[in-house]
């Protein structure tokens, strides 16, 4: 995944390529979505916007549908939609149910210390 001027592509991550994923990276983010959820559609710019920010730069950001993903849902025990998990050296550092900016914001910056 590469970072370059302002064009950021956040991956679409599946139960069978995500352990790699965490594995490759040193620190990721997962959004957990729902096509059904009006609260992750609101949060989707918001976490493109921080997905292109320089802090977050070492941060790989990933988005799961939770409904094709039960192995990676069961595994952060999922309970609906917005929902982030980090991962810091492939362990689950947090996760948890999320409606705002600034919540991911905090997670990010915990994720990163």
């Known amino acids: ?8 592509t956040i991956h ?4 069978a390529d995500l352990r790699q994923l965490l594995y490759k990276n040193d620190y990721v983010i997962v959004k ?4 059904e959820c009006k609260v992750c559609q609101e949060l989707a710019p918001s976490f493109e916007e921080m997905s292109k920010e320089a802090e977050y730069k070492d941060v790989l950001f ?11 849902r069961k595994e952060v025990k999922l309970n ?7 991962y810091k050296k492939a ?3 947090d996760c948890g149910l999320v409606s705002k900016r600034d919540e991911i914001s905090t997670m990010l910056d915990n994720l990163l210390q």
């Open 62 to 72: 990933l988005r799961m549908d939770a409904t094709e993903n039960p192995v990676s």
């Open 1 to 8: 995944m590469q970072k370059s001027g302002n064009t950021v």
């Open 91 to 93: 362990v689950l550092l």
């Open 12 to 15: 679409n991550a599946t139960d």
């Open 32 to 35: 957990f979505t729902d096509k």
């Open 80 to 86: 609906g939609t917005p929902f982030i998990a980090t």
